[in-house]
């Protein structure tokens, strides 16, 4: 991010680092998560919108 990452980069699904880890927390796959793992991933959600990053569908709503 300090070297100018783009936080709303996306894919060709237009999902965005941010869509990837709210993805990783709705995956069931995932119940087994620590609380650190939990707490991590509530970080890096935190850090990604601290520097302006936005799920594909926010991303969309802007451009109507």
Do not use: C
């Amino acid at each position: 991010l300090n070297a100018g990452a783009d936080v709303n980069a996306y894919n060709v699904d237009s999902s965005t680092p941010l869509d990837f880890v709210e993805m990783d927390w709705d995956d069931s796959a995932n119940e087994d998560d620590s609380p650190e793992d939990k707490a991590n991933k509530t970080k890096i959600a935190d850090l990604l919108r601290k520097h302006g990053a936005k799920t594909g569908e926010e991303l969309k709503a802007e451009q109507k």
